[in-house]
């Protein structure tokens, strides 16, 4: 395939490093210094476009990967999508769930496919466990607590995360997006939503935690808390089965060793055999879906995080949104 990347700061270069033998030909960037940042680290010649319009909508283009600020994700997708370009949308995919909805309805107009970018999904601790929970293992899902956290930077509070009009939300909807999609991957879709949001350290008009209690119709739960005080990096997802428990730690990098640790229940229960998976080498979960993505495009197959997860993953954090406004 022929790809377009709009948006080339650090998004933009991580996905410009999974495409294998597919080339890029066309980049853009609102910075142009960046974009000629990025064509200089693919070595290559690559098309510089002035405006995103003339990179989505290249002739030549087959698939455009938008890693854009929230503000620009559904109108570079739109676009691309009317111009019969397969798309790659970073995560959230919108600010809202009402914003997303005009890109499902382009989407189902269209006979191009359409990723959200649900990167986690594809860390081999997740799949790894994904495969356990699905071979019923660990016995009936009960609930799922997850946690996770940065502690930002010096200027982050002036950043563009933190302007709401931008943004769309905070650390509920930067990084409690990925907790909310991966609890709904394991337990289902969330019926009932509780939620908090607060702004504890941050000097900024957007939320800095978001505290979650997501039901499903079956009464399974999720307990979830995603940060950006955490000040040491990190990740934690536990799954509990009604014979035994799935606990996923660190992301690798700064998030420390990703390792995998499955409890299993014994008959007569007290200390559960334990079996524990660690994943020391780089991530790759952002190669990983790339290549499903591919995958499904030329076997028309089923999106594993496409844009129906992703707006039920906002759908969560706007109903938290509106309960804090009431």
Not at 189 to 211: L, S
């Amino acid at each position: 395939m022929r790809i377009a990347i709009i948006g080339c700061g650090l998004i933009g270069e991580k996905r410009s490093k999974t495409l294998g033998n597919h080339e890029v030909i066309v980049i853009s960037d609102k910075e142009p210094k960046r974009a000629l940042q990025l064509s200089r680290k693919l070595g290559k010649k690559v098309i510089l476009a002035e405006k995103w319009q003339e990179a989505a909508g290249h002739p030549d283009v087959d698939l455009v990967i938008v890693a854009t600020t929230n503000d620009s994700l559904v109108p570079v997708s739109l676009y691309a999508l009317e111009k019969g370009k397969h798309v790659l949308v970073e995560k959230p995919a919108a600010r809202s769930a009402d914003e997303i909805r005009a890109l499902l309805q382009a989407e189902s107009r269209s006979k191009k496919k359409v990723k959200a970018g649900f990167n986690l999904r594809f860390h081999p601790a997740l799949m790894k466990a994904k495969e356990i929970s699905d071979s019923g293992a660990i016995g009936e899902l009960m609930f799922i607590r997850g946690r996770y956290g940065h502690g930002g930077r010096i200027g982050y509070d002036k950043e563009w995360r933190a302007d709401p009009d931008i943004a769309g939300g905070g650390e509920l909807l930067d990084q409690g997006v990925h907790l909310i999609d991966l609890s709904r991957w394991f337990l289902g879709d969330f019926t009932a939503v509780e939620g908090f949001v607060n702004t504890y350290f941050w000097d900024m008009p957007v939320e800095d935690n978001g505290f979650m209690c997501l039901r499903t119709d079956k009464g399974r739960a999720a307990w979830l808390h995603a940060s950006c005080t955490e000040w040491k990096n990190m990740f934690c997802f536990e799954i509990y089965g009604k014979t035994g428990k799935l606990q996923i730690d660190g992301l690798g990098g700064s998030y420390g060793t990703e390792r995998l640790s499955y409890y299993h229940m014994l008959p007569e229960m007290g200390p559960p055999e334990t079996t524990i998976w660690e994943y020391p080498f780089a991530d790759n979960s952002w190669q990983l879906e790339f290549d499903h993505f591919e995958k499904t495009i030329n076997d028309n197959g089923v999106i594993n995080g496409s844009l129906r997860d992703a707006e039920a993953a906002l759908e969560v954090v706007s109903k938290i949104y509106r309960g804090m406004k009431k």
